[in-house]
Nanobody, 120 residues
Framework: QAPVIESGGGSVQTGGSLRLSCAPS????????MGWFREAPGKEREIVAA????????YYGDHVKGRFTISRDKAKDTSYLEMNALKPEGTAVYHC?????????????WGQGTQVTVSS
């Protein structure tokens, strides 16, 4: 069983919005931050956003700054990715994962992902 479960993906038109959620599946794991990544066909996986578990500090990839917002619910141990002004190049499988090393920013405990499709 994957340690986290993503949900909220779907199909939208250009300019539309979606809100993704990443919730724990029940497996216990330790991570320093939660990150969202996306993987499009034929492209390398890229980080979209991340949020520190310690102080809520956020990071965004240049390609989503100003359009996406990452947040968290500490009580539910759940992270969210609010995606606005979606573009066709945002079509990808979106995964969340936990940061396992703050020096190397390595991530583990991957979810199976949720598909986002943006049509023009």
């Amino acid at each position: 069983q994957a340690p986290v479960i993503e949900s909220g993906g779907g199909s939208v038109q250009t300019g539309g919005s979606l809100r993704l959620s990443c919730a724990p599946s029940g497996r216990t794991f330790v991570s320093y931050a939660m990150g969202w990544f996306r993987e499009a066909p034929g492209k390398e996986r890229e980080i979209v956003a991340a949020i520190s578990r310690k102080d809520g500090t956020t990071y965004y990839g240049d390609h989503v700054k100003g359009r996406f917002t990452i947040s968290r619910d500490k009580a539910k141990d759940t992270s969210y990715l609010e995606m606005n002004a979606l573009k066709p190049e945002g079509t990808a499988v979106y995964h969340c994962a936990g940061e396992t090393n703050t020096c190397t920013h390595a991530y583990g405990f991957w979810g199976q992902g949720t598909q986002v499709t943006v049509s023009s």
